[in-house]
């Protein structure tokens, strides 16, 4: 179903051919993971796990739920987390990311009135859509890097901006790039709005678009890909599966239909638009949901490794696999608070957004470090790996056998599992893994000073005051 619904007019590009990606062998793997996590909403045993029932009986993402109480919002938290589970946080952008946007400005349709009066039912109408076709969804904000010094944003040809160059009475032509669009090559639409914040003077950037992924003239220009055919897949268990691919999307003379213009010319309401209390709220509760299994995904490992090779006696390991434990432990505590100390927002239950930026900030400095623990542990035993696990059905079989085995592991399975974290942390995907929890949330240092900015800090001056004032 999946699939098939991906086969049309899309123009992705990927060692310099125009591919089919339902054919596509780089594709394979992925498209059969999303496959499977689709096929969940006809499994009786999972589709109460994921979805719920719409008004004509269909069973639907949970993402599209408006939490309207607490338990609305564990709904939705048990369907990210089954999600996540599937896939151990690795896939981190599922659609459910973008449609928990998506539902938070539907819930929030009606305060967009000031900005164009026909916000509420266009955003209506699509998010009908995605919801009941299940529509696979990716946003893409950011400009592409071509110098990031001109603040004036004054040449926006030149810096390759994405630009509403002609207005019809049926819609509007955009040109330009954005970059990354992770999993945009398997998307069926695209929300495109900028990330950075726009000033009247560059109001011809301050759009909010829904772009269908075969639209003539979107080019997606993948970045080259780490998938790993199945017959190698032991010995690249993950790039096997879940090499989500990232693409630049380039727009030349695409057109936009009206209906599919949410915004434009519109630098405050895409302020809004940007932070949305609802929106973010739904959105950033899912990506911190999927953190959480990824960092439990490389603890996992790390915990193994330890006991495989015989470390976890050595007090220094014990001190950093307790490191991981408490990582987990705090973003577990982080969107148990979030969801208790929920707020309403009219009649939307929205997550502590305090605690949930927190969560998200703290998962670009977490998930390195993770990394870097289980090199401290693994260390050489991921270089003392063979070629392939084939090498086990060798002649050299019996010498493998003694010289590849852990303390209390046969050697197989010793191996299976330094593959399994050299994938994580060594592959080109483990490294891509790496930069994509650093930066997927925007830049780490904007958002570490963003928790400055954002918080209440008249407790702090109250708490100082009487010291400095005169007895
Ligand atoms: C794997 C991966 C997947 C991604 N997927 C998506 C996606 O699906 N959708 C999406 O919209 N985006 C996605 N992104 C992009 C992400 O939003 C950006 O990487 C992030 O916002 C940082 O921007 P940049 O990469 O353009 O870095 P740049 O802004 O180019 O930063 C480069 C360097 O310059 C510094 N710098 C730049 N501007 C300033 C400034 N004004 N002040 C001080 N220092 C500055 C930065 O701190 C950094 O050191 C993805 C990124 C990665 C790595």
Known sequence: MFINSLKDNRTIWLNGENIDITTNEHFKGTLETISHLYKMFDDPNQQSKIGYLNDDKQWVHSAFLIPHSYDELIKRKIAFETWARATDGIMSRLPDYARSRLTGWYANRDSYCQYDSSFPEKLAAYYEQARDEHRFISIVQRDPQINRSDREKKNTDELGLLTITQKTKDGVYVNGAKMIGTAAPYSHDLIIYPLSKLEDKTKQLAHMLIVPTDSPGLHMVCRESFAISEKESADHPL???????????????????????????????????????????????????????????????????????????????????????????????????????????????????????????????????????????????????????????????????????????????????????????????????????????????????NQFHQYDKTKFKKIISPYLENN
């Open 239 to 449: 790039s096997a599966k879940f090499d989500e691919m990232d693409a630049v999307l380039i727009f030349d003379d695409v057109f936009i239909p009206w209906e599919r213009v949410l915004l434009h010319d519109n630098p405050n309401g895409l302020a809004q638009i940007k932070a949305d209390p609802i929106s973010s709220g739904l959105a950033y509760h899912q990506a911190i949901i999927r953190l959480l299994a990824k960092l439990e995904f490389s603890t996992a490992i790390a915990n193994e490794i330890a006991e495989v090779i015989g470390a976890s006696d050595y007090l220094h390991v014990q001190e950093k696999l307790g490191e991981l434990i408490m990582q987990i432990e705090t973003i577990r505590a982080l969107i148990i608070a979030a969801e208790r100390e929920g707020r309403f927002n009219g009649k939307v239950y929205v997550p502590n957004f305090n605690y949930i930026q927190t969560a998200r900030t703290l998962g670009s400095k977490y998930y390195p470090r993770a990394l870097e623990i289980l090199q401290l542990i693994g260390a050489g035993g991921f270089i003392q790996l063979p070629s392939s696990i084939k090498d086990f059905s060798s002649p050299l079989k019996d010498l493998m056998n003694k010289y590849y085995k852990g303390k209390n592991t046969n050697a197989e399975k010793r191996t299976k599992l330094f593959k399994l974290a050299w994938d994580l942390i060594g592959s080109p995907l483990g490294s891509r893994h790496e930069l994509y929890e650093r930066f997927y949330a925007g830049d780490p240092m904007l958002h570490t000073a």
